[in-house]
């Protein structure tokens, strides 16, 4: 749980740019090892208004906007940072470092984001100076209702909390309560003393789903599947994920999967640019299940042996056979047992980001959400890029016809 709440903390910068957000984790996780301060960041500007707009496209939204209506907190800041470099501080009430902060696109993002929803509640975790909690309050502000609670608490060299949200202007505090403390720790009973949490966006789990949800559910949920694998967990092979996903308009939007054991976190949204990888391998190397194993996987490897084509097989557990296909591990995986949608949504999103595809057996579409029906899946087989695709889906045509 507590590598779990880390990441968390993290949303804020994994939403804009997954990749730098686990970069800070990185250098956070190793600074503290080494007894070294954290090192310092810099977060890259996002597209501000084709992210909103992707999630809302019936809102008008424009940076120009945005800006107009965060100024003069924008101005605020400039001379609280200015203000700072001249204060000398005691060693214990140290500073965090100028840009301890998120870039002001990523500000903006929050503010907007806020404007639209117009939540009940916001739980972050994380606040140093209390930038984009300023963003965040401004726009609960504006809203008229909204109650941030934000979680931190001190670690060396910031051995004080007077800093924690320091730069949170006066006006806006009456809608904040700042919670002291690990986040680990804190965030549970935070979340267990909430009388109200918005349900604007439904969460969809395993443990929760009812066959009636299928038919109210909205456009925008999540998938959270917190333990993908039972059978790897129980015999300890360490092949069991965390998976969370957003679907939105019936395709995921957004995933990110994380291995307890090895710490290993893989992420992808629509927000980032296609990472495609177009190397080949000398062997077809087909990723397949350690516990789920059927007589059509077997028929399906006796239809490849007799194509003559020369192939690998790679056993995974859990949503770690799509992960391997984004980590260049593995070409295909093919898959001719049931799955719900929870197993799949997050690496579906990282395959998706790495240019692999995930396509029904049958009429060969990417594989879709929110279906009216049921929340199993039907077959499907992914491919790690379009040219193993392209490759292989006529090759393999044949077989699939008999499985439809």
Not at 43 to 60: A, D, G, M, V
Not at 179 to 188: D, N, P
Not at 209 to 217: A, G, H, N
Request: aromatic share 12%; glycine share 6%.
């Amino acid at each position: 749980m507590n590598k779990l709440s880390k990441y968390f903390s993290l949303f804020k910068y994994s939403l804009s740019n997954p990749k730098n957000g686990l970069n800070l984790l990185n250098e956070a996780r190793q600074s503290r090892h080494d007894n070294q301060p954290v090192q310092k960041h810099q977060i890259e500007p996002i597209f501000l208004e084709e992210c909103l707009k992707k999630f809302f496209p019936s809102h008008e939204i424009s940076r120009e906007k945005l800006i107009q209506n965060t100024r003069k907190l924008e101005t605020y800041f400039y001379n609280y940072f200015e203000n700072l470099k001249d204060i000398e501080f005691p060693s214990k009430k140290k500073p965090y470092p100028i840009n301890y902060s998120i870039r002001n696109d990523s500000c903006l993002f929050l503010y907007g984001l806020c404007r639209i929803l117009k939540p009940d509640v916001i739980v972050e975790t994380g606040v140093a100076y209390g930038l984009s909690s300023s963003y965040i309050l401004k726009a609960l502000q504006e809203n008229g209702k909204g109650i941030l609670y934000s979680i931190d608490g001190t670690f060396r060299p910031w051995e004080s909390s007077d800093m924690i949200g320091n730069a949170i202007p006066s006006e806006l505090r009456n809608q904040w309560k700042l919670v002291l403390g690990s986040s680990s720790e804190k965030l549970i009973e935070v979340l267990n003393s909430l009388e109200k949490i918005s349900k604007d966006i439904s969460i969809i789990s395993e443990e929760t789903f009812s066959e009636d949800l299928i038919k109210s559910l909205d456009q925008t949920y999540w998938l959270v599947d917190p333990l993908d694998g039972t059978k790897e967990f129980i015999n300890k092979t360490g092949e069991f994920t965390v998976n969370i996903a957003m679907i939105n308009n019936k395709k995921v939007v957004f995933g990110i999967v994380g291995a307890p054991i090895t710490g290993k976190i893989w992420h992808g949204s629509i927000f980032e640019d296609v990472q495609s990888q177009n190397d080949s391998s000398d062997k077809l190397r087909i990723v397949m299940s350690k516990s789920h194993k059927s007589d059509k996987d077997k028929a399906f490897i006796n239809y490849i042996e007799s194509q003559n084509i020369g192939y690998e097989i790679i056993e995974k557990g859990s949503s770690l056979k799509l992960c391997s296909l984004a980590d260049n591990e593995a070409d295909i995986y093919p898959r001719f047992g049931p799955t719900s949608e929870w197993d799949i949504a997050a690496a579906h999103a990282v395959l998706n980001q790495k240019g692999g595809s995930v396509i029904k057996i049958g009429d060969y579409e990417e594989l879709a959400y929110a279906k009216e029906d049921s929340i199993l899946n039907p077959y499907f087989i992914a491919f790690r890029n379009d040219s193993i695709k392209s490759d292989f889906l006529p090759v393999l045509g044949d077989f699939f016809k008999k499985l439809v």
